[in-house]
């Protein structure tokens, strides 16, 4: 479980870090500019994050991951109010109006939390992918426990992503990794999970229209198995399902990536060479490979050079969340 632990934290941020470069680039112009990112590179000059982020630098996801981690070490619990701090937090330590890779619906919402609206409406418009992405924290703190999984990724979601179509996202999300963390998981049983937290999911906030996530999700696996190789299902996925920044595209997307049989750091290459909204899809993909795998599924000169850029203790944070289980384990 340590290994586990560790190994989500180290592909959340890892995944990130590979994919911010080839962020929202077609995989066409990904394949010019960079031909494959096999390793951590800086921004191409004409890229729009080169003028703030370098090479091993993390984005918006591994940022917010921390800082909810952050806030569930201060206060020992996840709700709104827990979840609404952490970010105001992070926004202003981070000074993230002026960054380049903070999400739409995540900045509306920040400004409306930062003026002293109420955490649980802030987010009522908010229906990207911003709230699945930070899911690895709720994971952590709901492990062997999906309903309460569901519960608690409406309630982190609430301050910025409160619609329903948000939320099955990242329930959805939530689940599939709390699944991940069971010795005995295996692909259908995480595949199972994410679609039963999707379909929870969608009885949480406000109600927005939109496509089943669950019924995307076995679509998206369907047409990834099909796929006679890795690349082939990047395509697949890139022109089928898509990769825009909205949780029916990138959870699905994330999850039939997850679906395939290649080497764990092949899957999360993948991800980051699958052109759209890179970052978000490869760091999700590298936490949920991350705890079903373990950490040495990633190679460690790479996830160190991370933590030596951004001036962060992933080891660290593995052995608060440790503690933090082995605690719950002696009150149980």
């Not at 680039?25 to 031909?35: F, L, S």
């Not at 992405?133 to 569901?150: F, K, Q, S, T, Y």
């Not at 080497?263 to 890179?278: W, Y």
Request: proline residues 5%; negative net charge; contains cysteine.
């Amino acid at each position: 479980m340590k290994d586990k632990i560790l190994g989500s934290l180290v592909g959340v941020a890892l995944g990130d870090a590979l994919g911010m470069p080839t962020e929202f680039m077609t995989q066409e112009a990904i394949r010019e500019v960079y031909g494959m990112v096999r390793e951590l590179r800086a921004p191409h000059p004409q890229h729009y994050h080169s003028t703030h982020l370098v090479k091993g630098q993390i984005t918006d996801d591994t940022e917010q991951t921390l800082a909810l981690l952050d806030a569930f070490f201060r206060h020992g619990r996840l709700d709104a109010e827990v979840a609404a701090e952490s970010l105001m937090e992070w926004a202003r330590e981070k000074n993230v109006f002026g960054s380049t890779y903070l999400g739409p619906s995540s900045k509306k919402a920040l400004q409306r939390l930062l003026d002293g609206e109420d955490p649980r409406q802030t987010g009522f418009f908010g229906t990207t992918i911003g709230g699945a992405m930070r899911m690895l924290p709720v994971a952590l703190a709901c492990l062997g426990d999906r309903e309460r999984a569901v519960r608690t990724a409406a309630e982190v979601s609430m301050p910025t992503h409160g619609t329903s179509q948000a939320i099955s996202g990242a329930a959805a999300f939530a689940c599939a990794l709390v699944e991940s963390f069971e010795p005995d998981a295996h692909r259908d049983s995480i595949l199972e999970a994410a679609c039963w937290g999707a379909e929870r999911g969608r009885a949480f906030g406000k109600p927005y229209p939109g496509p089943s996530l669950a019924k995307r999700i076995r679509w998206a696996v369907e047409l990834s198995l099909a796929a006679p190789d890795l690349p082939g299902a990047g395509r697949e996925l890139y022109d089928l399902v898509g990769v825009d920044m909205v949780p029916h595209e990138i959870v699905p997307v994330v999850l039939a990536l997850f679906a395939r049989p290649e080497e764990p750091m092949e899957r999360l290459l993948a991800a980051v060479n699958i052109g759209g909204d890179t970052d978000t899809i490869a760091s999700m993909l590298g936490a949920l490979l991350g705890a079903h795998y373990g950490v040495e599924v990633f190679p460690k000169e790479m996830w160190k050079e991370i933590e030596a850029v951004n001036g962060i203790d992933l080891q660290e944070y593995a052995h608060r969340v440790w503690q933090c289980t082995a605690d719950r384990r002696m009150q149980a």
